[in-house]
């Protein structure tokens, strides 16, 4: 009897692998918003950067299996005996060469295929057709600035950027004359490369749409303006600030609304209808001389009052 009892260390491990499998089932269950896995991809080229995930993903899990079913048999099989000493073993120089090599390969490769994928996804130029958004970042939300019908964005200054200007733009600009701004809300054509203009007015934040497979720092002093996709499905999806940018970070988002090509269109001209018309009173205004007071006449000057008499 003797012969089998099992040490401490292996019936504590035992038991956790036993709990480990009756609670593994309700862990594993589908959340509504799925977030057990990656939600599904909706951007052109996002396939690439999930190929990549699902490769790291059983990668590790087999690694990890594998390690650790040879833990356990080492537990069991070396485990204390009675009246069987201790072994001392200096180790295996050609076994440790391979498992340096080995993982030293995987690393390798993986670098090389995810620089592949920043480059090719992520760093490439933008289309020449895209549409340009401009997005600032600010402790906690978003200012965009989208193109009107004309498609342009107006020019901008670094130095006019102001709490009265949010995107240093120049006033006189005929091209920003029908641009419009909105407050936490992006909206894009489906099947239309759209490219993201970021800044940040104060700490560093991140343009982040998990749908998308995309992330971004925004960096205060710095125009990025690498930062473009192509949404494939319409849909609502959510635009959130990934880094820690102070007490309100949590609620930092915007909406990311994917619309049809039709849908957009008329929002376009809407929009950017209210903007010229906006930006045509701003500009009469200025134009506009300033008010003058009305000349004084004898008849409505008062005469110069007394000057007070001290009693004697």
Known sequence: MNRFRLSPLLRWTLVLLAMFALVSPAAAELREYGLWWTPEAATKG????????????????????ATQAVYV????????????????????????????IIPAAIFIGLVIWSNRIWYRE????????????????????????????????GAYKAQLTAKENWFGTEPDDEAGRDDYQ????????????????????????????????????????????????????IGNYELACSQLCGSGHYNMKAKMNV?????????????????AIEFEKKKAAQAAPPAVAPAAT???????????????
Not at 80 to 97: C, D, F, M, Q, W
Not at 126 to 137: G, R, T, Y
Not at 210 to 230: H, K, L, N, S, T
């Open 122 to 153: 992520l760093r490439a130029p933008a289309p020449a057709d895209s549409i340009q958004i401009d997005l600032v970042s600010y402790q906690y939300g978003w200012h965009v600035r989208n193109p009107g019908s004309d498609g342009k964005l």
């Open 182 to 233: 909105s407050e936490g809300i992006v909206t894009v054509p489906v099947g239309r490369p759209v490219h993201i203009l970021l800044r940040s007015l104060d700490v560093i934040h991140a343009f982040y749409v998990p749908e998308f497979r995309m992330y971004q720092d925004a960096i205060p002093g710095r125009m990025i303006d690498w930062v473009w996709f192509e949404a494939t499905k």
């Open 259 to 275: 619309v049809s090509q039709e849908e957009y269109d008329k929002f376009v001209r809407e929009k950017s209808k209210a903007a």
């Open 46 to 65: 996002a396939h690439h950067v999930d190929n990549l995930f699902v490769f790291i993903f059983w990668l590790t899990a087999i690694v990890f299996v």
């Open 73 to 100: 048999w080492f537990l069991i099989k070396y485990r204390r005996k009675r009246g069987v000493p201790a072994h001392y073993s200096h180790g295996n120089n050609t076994l440790e060469i391979w498992w340096t």
């Open 298 to 312: 004898a008849e409505t000057v008062s005469p110069p009052a007394a000057p007070a008499v001290a009693a004697r």
